[in-house]
Structures are given as structure tokens and as C-alpha cells.
């Protein structure tokens, strides 16, 4: 196979990947919170730059191929609008931020949290008795 029939096959493959989605927008990305993308994965934004951009590590992949970001551990860049960060685009744009998902780790407080939260109670009860 030729360099233009590979070329031509892999942007057929890419436009069969991204068609669903062409009329559907990327959600920005918010450091710290979870994110479902278009081709199922999910992921979570551990950094966000001055400027909008970020990276985001998977959680659980979507996809089946080879390409970076499909196996849990792996990170890649986004950018301000929640899209896969890449000069050439092509079927990975199925990595942007679909939505955000309802899970806050904020919300949940750690046992070290818990433990501290205890001990000042002990000390403003023994102040009292005192």
C-alpha cells in the first residue's frame, strides 16, 4: 500500500470515529473534577495552566486502539474549550471533554481530616471541663 492510500484509509477511519459527534461541542476542563469524553473514556483533570490549557490523566479507557490516553495511567493535553490538544487533528479530537461528571472528591473528607476534626473536639471539651 502506498504513503497517499495509507494516508487516505487513516482519514476515512478518523471521519467514521468523529462523524457521530460532529454536531456535539467540548465542555472546558476544570482541575479536579472528572470528565466522560465523546469516545467513552474517563478521565480527570490534574492540570490546568494560566492560559486554559491542561492535561488530563484516563481513569478507563474508551477506545481500542494504540494511540495515547486509551490505557488507565496515560495522559494528554486539552485545551481552554475541553479539546484534544493537537496541531494535525484527526480521530483523537474523540479524546475532547464530552461532559463533566457529578463526582467531587472534594466533597468527601479524608480519615486524616476526620482524625483532626476529633482530636480539636476533645481539646475544646477538655478546656471546658477545666
Do not use: C, W
Not at 30 to 41: L, Q
Not at 59 to 82: C, N, Q, T, V, W
Amino acid at each position: 500500500m502506498s504513503k497517499m492510500q495509507d494516508a487516505v484509509r487513516n482519514l476515512r477511519r478518523a471521519l467514521k470515529i468523529l462523524e457521530p459527534f460532529q454536531d456535539k461541542e467540548a465542555v472546558p476542563p476544570k482541575k479536579g473534577r472528572h470528565f466522560r469524553t465523546f469516545n467513552g473514556s474517563v478521565v480527570y483533570v490534574v492540570r490546568m495552566d494560566s492560559d486554559g490549557e491542561g492535561s488530563v490523566v484516563v481513569l478507563k479507557g474508551g477506545h481500542k486502539s494504540s494511540a495515547r490516553g486509551e490505557k488507565p495511567g496515560e495522559e494528554y493535553m486539552i485545551d481552554a474549550e475541553g479539546y484534544y490538544r493537537s496541531d494535525t487533528p484527526g480521530a483523537e479530537m474523540a479524546m475532547s471533554l464530552l461532559e463533566m461528571l457529578p463526582i467531587d472528591l472534594n466533597q468527601y473528607s479524608s480519615v486524616a481530616d476526620a482524625v483532626e476534626d476529633d482530636d480539636e473536639d476533645e481539646d475544646d471539651e477538655q478546656d471546658e471541663d477545666d
